[in-house]
Structures are given as structure tokens and as C-alpha cells.
């Protein structure tokens, strides 16, 4: 997707170790955004941030937390990785808040927690 | 309650047919509605969104609000096999997005 990146596409883990996803972004964009999507609760929001060093939870951040230190790069981490944390993470950012906006969606990085 | 709802599908329809997408949302207060649409293994982007009620049309797709049931659709006219995809819909509640589960749609050839 032009203009977002997100690493690594693929990642198995295991129970109990730390994982690091990154979002990289060369659009300029003040707001990013992490959703996990999993079958049957569609995409739930994470963390956003609105800002350097400026984030907040979202709807399930229990066991993620997030640094942005760069407008360029947001950065979500699973402390010590639970099965349950097996999901599809998308990574999404926006220029400001509202549908005239709207999102850009990464493609996602598929992480198994075994 | 959730805040947005959908049904899941999957939904097979032959190449040609009207397809429709629907969700019913919770808030009375949500003023814009959006369809977002995802092929496999890659992020959702935006459709369409629409504001408060009524419809709105784009090519071969509508979407339309009825604020008094609170329910939203999305119409897709003369289907085809690349519309194959997810379909989501979203709300915005004020702070961000909450968006459906998606509805799977296949359309066969």
C-alpha cells in the first residue's frame, strides 16, 4: 500500500516472548492507529497516537503498548505474547480526525503465538 | 451492546446480481457512516462513506442510512467476479472508527 509499510508480513512466536511490530509511514500523517482483526469481531482498535509521543488505548490494549517517537514510525509491542494475541495486526493512519480523511490501511502482519 | 453490527455472511451471488450489505448500529447520535472493502490478504480501503441520512451513489454502488432504524446498506448493481472481497462498515463515533466484522461476499462467474 503506497505510502504505509508495516514489518515483518509473517512472524511466529512463542508463549511468553516480547514481539515488536513496526509501521512506517511517508505520508506526513499526524494520526496512526493498530487494530488486531480476528474472525467474527472484525477489526478492534489497539492503541492510536496523535502525535509524537502522543497515545492513547483503544478498545483491547490490554498486553500491547505502543511508541512513537518519529512521526514516521509507530511501533506496537506485545510484552510477553499469549496465544490469544495470534491475529492479524493492521497498522492505519490518517491525515486528521473524521471520513473526509478517512484511513489507509497497511497489509497487515500475520503473527502466530505458539 | 456493540456499537456496529453485521452479518457475517458468507454470501455467494452469480456474476450480474444486486447485491446488499448491511448493519444496524447502536447510537442514534453517529452522523457518518463509511464501507470499507478488503480482498484477501491485504488491508481494507476506503468505498464509500455517506453523512446522516439518505443515499449516496458511486458507479455501480449506493449506499444508503435510515437513521430511524439505524440501519445502513450497501448496494452493489451488476456484480462482478472482482468484487469479490470483505465488506465492512464502519461508524465514526467521535474519538475513531469502530467497524463491523465484515461480510464476506463471493461472486461467481
Known amino acids: 500500500d503506497a505510502g504505509i509499510t508495516q514489518s515483518p508480513r509473517h512472524k511466529v512466536t512463542e508463549t511468553g516472548t516480547p514481539v515488536t511490530l513496526r509501521c512506517h509511514q511517508t505520508?506526513?500523517?499526524?494520526?496512526m492507529y493498530w487494530y488486531r482483526q480476528d474472525p467474527g469481531h472484525g477489526l478492534r482498535l489497539i492503541h492510536y497516537?496523535?502525535?509524537?509521543?502522543?497515545?492513547d488505548k483503544g478498545e483491547v490494549s490490554d498486553g500491547y503498548s505502543v511508541s512513537r517517537s518519529k512521526t514516521e514510525d509507530f511501533l506496537l509491542t506485545l510484552e510477553s505474547a499469549t496465544s490469544s494475541q495470534t491475529s492479524v495486526y493492521f497498522c492505519?493512519?490518517?491525515?486528521?480526525?473524521?471520513?473526509?480523511?478517512?484511513?489507509?490501511f497497511g497489509s497487515g502482519t500475520r503473527l502466530t503465538v505458539v | 451492546q456493540k456499537e456496529v453490527e453485521q452479518d457475517p455472511g458468507p454470501l455467494s451471488v452469480p456474476e450480474g446480481a444486486i447485491v446488499s450489505l448491511n448493519c444496524t448500529y447502536s447510537?442514534?447520535?453517529?452522523?457518518?457512516f463509511m464501507w470499507y472493502r478488503q480482498y484477501s490478504r491485504k488491508g481494507p480501503e476506503l468505498l464509500m462513506y455517506?453523512?446522516?441520512?439518505g443515499n449516496k451513489e458511486d458507479g455501480r454502488f449506493t449506499a444508503q442510512v435510515d437513521k430511524s432504524s439505524k440501519y445502513i446498506s450497501l448496494f452493489i448493481r451488476d456484480s462482478q467476479p472482482s468484487d469479490s472481497a470483505t465488506y465492512l462498515c464502519?461508524?465514526?463515533?467521535?474519538?475513531?472508527?469502530?467497524f463491523g466484522p465484515g461480510t464476506r461476499l463471493s461472486v461467481l462467474p
Open positions: 447510537n442514534s447520535a453517529f452522523q457518518y
Open positions: 505520508e506526513n500523517h499526524r494520526y
Open positions: 464502519a461508524i465514526d463515533n467521535g474519538q475513531n472508527f469502530v
Open positions: 497516537s496523535y502525535g509524537v509521543k502522543d497515545t
Open positions: 455517506t453523512y446522516s441520512s
Open positions: 492505519a493512519i490518517s491525515e486528521s480526525t473524521g471520513v473526509l480523511y478517512g484511513y489507509t
